[in-house]
């Protein structure tokens, strides 16, 4: 099949042009015609959707008459050198009874034919040219290098299964080549399968890899101790807008400093230093941390295993009012 439609290309002088998958920017002209055809098929199809194909024909008369703005001629007068006519234009118009020699009208047709195809190329060219200028303005296009970790954007998703619910992306993948037009050569990082074609830039994104908020003490750095000065630091500044709990110094409360056959409390683990208050911000749930080292941060309870979250909440007040627990 190739071969023929190359073939065909050869007769009809026909260019062919190669595009990425999944990138429909590509084939502009093609993409807003069946726009319109959709468009239209939307207007005067039925409720039950099983009556559209006999409504192409008369769309497409219609798009045919129509003057494209683009060129300025309409598709009919570009092809056969005149304006389609319609049955209620032959009734109105009144009939020519001046014999016409076939020559002059043969040599009139070609020459309108060519007049409008370069006319119709001239205003094609103008258009194109504020179009992108217009393009430009807002256009940002991602550029990756060798070796960059990307995620690939899902069209095709499983059947029977929600398209909102499936993930928008796989991956990751690995930048291998860079090609021509932002298109970029991958392969998959579990499999080490390269993808058959080359991916257009707007259907990769960064990966970023997921790391844990902080890293686990050794087991030697367990043990030490918080320091006892550090409890006069002033506290950053904190967001007003988001819903704050009370303090809860978890300092206080700690047992003394376990002995090497003691297993340490998980304040001690975690270097933590005093709970100032929490927070749910963006339906997550959050807690303000005073570190040994001085420094305060946000961090999300999903940072802390079970046993820090049981401290947190069994420390949660000291007035024997009932809790409520900022971890479950």
């Given at each position: ?17 190669h ?14 015609q069946n ?18 194909p006999?409504?192409?024909?008369g ?38 009874s001046?014999?016409q ?48 970790l990307?995620?690939?954007k ?21 930048i ?11 392969r ?8 058959a ?37 002033s506290?950053?500044?904190?967001d ?10 978890v ?47 946000w ?18 007040t ?11």
């Amino acid at each position: 099949m190739s071969k023929i439609v190359k073939a065909m290309c050869e007769i009809l002088q026909v260019t062919q042009h190669h595009t990425t998958s999944y990138h429909p920017n590509t084939n502009g002209t093609v993409e807003r015609q069946n726009h319109t055809l959709a468009q239209s098929l939307r207007t005067y199809c039925n409720d039950t959707h099983d009556k559209w194909p006999s409504l192409i024909p008369g769309i497409m008369m219609a798009f045919r008459r129509s003057v494209c703005a683009t060129t300025g001629f309409s598709p009919f007068y570009m092809l056969f050198g005149q304006e389609m006519k319609i049955p209620f234009d032959i009734a109105l118009e009144p009939k020519d009874s001046l014999p016409q020699d076939t020559r002059v009208y043969i040599d009139q047709f070609l020459s309108n034919i060519k007049m409008s195809h370069k006319i119709a190329l001239q205003n094609e060219a103008a258009q194109k040219e504020k179009d992108k200028v217009r393009h430009d303005q807002t256009a940002r296009v991602r550029t990756f290098a060798i070796g960059d970790l990307v995620l690939l954007k899902v069209h095709k998703f499983p059947k029977g299964q929600s398209r909102k619910l499936c993930d928008k992306a796989t991956g990751p993948y690995r930048i291998e080549e860079i090609g021509p037009n932002y298109t970029y050569g991958i392969r998959r990082i579990s499999d080490h399968k390269k993808q058959a074609s080359l991916v257009n830039a707007t259907n990769l994104q960064p990966y970023i890899r997921p790391d844990p908020t902080r890293q686990r003490l050794s087991q030697e750095d367990q043990n030490i101790p918080p320091d006892p000065d550090s409890d006069s630091d002033s506290d950053p500044e904190v967001d007003q807008d988001d819903e704050v709990t009370p303090n809860v110094d978890v300092e206080a409360t700690q047992q003394p400093t376990p002995t090497p056959q003691q297993t340490p409390d998980p304040a001690t683990r975690y270097q933590i230093q005093k709970v100032l208050r929490g927070r749910r911000k963006h339906g997550r749930r959050e807690m303000y941390i005073k570190w040994l080292d001085g420094s305060c941060t946000w961090e999300p309870d999903t940072c802390f295993d079970q046993e820090m979250s049981d401290f947190i909440n069994s420390r949660w007040t000291k007035q024997g009012k009932r809790r409520k627990s900022y971890f479950n």
